[in-house]
Structures are given as C-alpha cells and as structure tokens.
C-alpha cells in the first residue's frame, strides 16, 4: 500500500517498517507483509497519515515549451513537470494542448471523466483566451457562432466568440485581444478557426474547462490537486454546459 502511494520503493518501505517507522491503528507493524484494508485501516508513516486512493485529479498551469502527451523522446512533457510520487497514479493529460499553447491542462487517471469532458456530443465548454492579430469583429464574432470551415473542409460547432480589447499598432496594424468557448477540440483547433476567417493566433491560453477554471494563483508550470468542490463540481456538471 505505500509503496503503491509513492511513498518509497518497496525495500525502502521494508526497511521503514523494520526500524518501526509504520504504523496500523496505532500500533507499529513489524512484518510488511501484514495485510491491511487501505479504505478503513488507519495507517501511518513517521507519525504521519496515509490516505488510499486510486484515483488523480491535478490542475497544472501549462507552461509553453512542454508537450501534452505522457512520453516523448525528444521534448520535455507535461509529466515531467510532476513530482514523482503524482505520476505513481499514472495520471495523463486530458486533451492536449499545443506545445506553445499555455494554460489549463487536467491531468488525471480517471478514464471516464477524461471521455466525458472531451467528448463534443458532452457539449463541455472549453474557454481559451488569445491574442490575434489583425481587427476580430462583429463578422468574426456570426461567423464562429454559425460555424466556420477549417482547412480541411471539416465545419465547426458553434462557438461564442467575445472581443476584450483591441489595439492599433503602428503602420495600421491591430493586435485583438478575445476569449472562445468551444466544445470540440479538433487539432489545432482555436488557431484553424482563426485562420479561416484571414487571422493568425499569436498566443493562446485555455482559461477553464466546464466548471473547472484556472487558478490565477498557479504559477506557470505548477500544480496543485483539485479541491473537493472543484472536482464535484466537474463531475455533476459536465456535459451541462452548453
Ligand atoms: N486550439 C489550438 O489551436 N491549440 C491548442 O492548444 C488548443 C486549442
């Protein structure tokens, strides 16, 4: 049971329970063979508790630069940016984000959770803040709600497009600042629909996923677990957001 929590390797856990360091209810154990029940059991190591579980759910702020996939030869991944004893769960990315794109990533190893919040007929939406270049306007704006055809002729899902800000730049060029909701998550997905209405994403973030939003106190390429009312939240409401 430790050394499936990551705790140590399980020599190391042997060791720990022969110099008396684990406890069950109490009461240090001597042969790490004991069986206990890792649900209802009350187990210890140097003084502090281990909780059971089987499942993961970790936000991380993606940083650019790292791949959203579990291994790779050549870049760094986004389970690279994990302490080991989070990757003992084997938890992987839901969905992907492209290695210059930052921002909300869920990693977890909860299959079914995964599928539903990615699955376009769950209808979960996926927020994304970006930076555009060019004037995005009223036309963009119809243009995404009714749908826009990518470069290989697939037609997108309706999608609400908001302009925050824009800004003139010199020699007459403008810089657009806006944020999309969208439910699918084709391949290059939020840079492709620009590019079908003449415009060219010069950074993008995701910012939430269903309910789930990002920490604005998670610093680029750290992490933290979900919180209870997080993870509820995220499973009693997806598929309800559109
Ligand atoms: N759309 C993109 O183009 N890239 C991402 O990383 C996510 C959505």
Redesign the pocket.
Known sequence: MLANMGLGTRSEIKKAVKQGRVTVEGKAVKDSGIQVDPFQDHVELDGEAVSYRETIYLMLNKPQGVISATEDTRDKTVLDLLEPQDRVLAPFPVG???KD?EGLLLLTNDGQLAHELLSPRKHVDKT?EAEVSGLVGEADIQAFKAGVTLDDGYVTMPARLTVLRTEEQHEGTAVSYISLVIQE?KF?????MFEAVGKK?IF?K?VAMGTLKLDPLLASGSYRELTEEELESLKSHRGQSG
């Open positions: 992907r984000l492209d794109t994304y998550g290059h997905q939020v840079k492709r994403v993008l995701r």
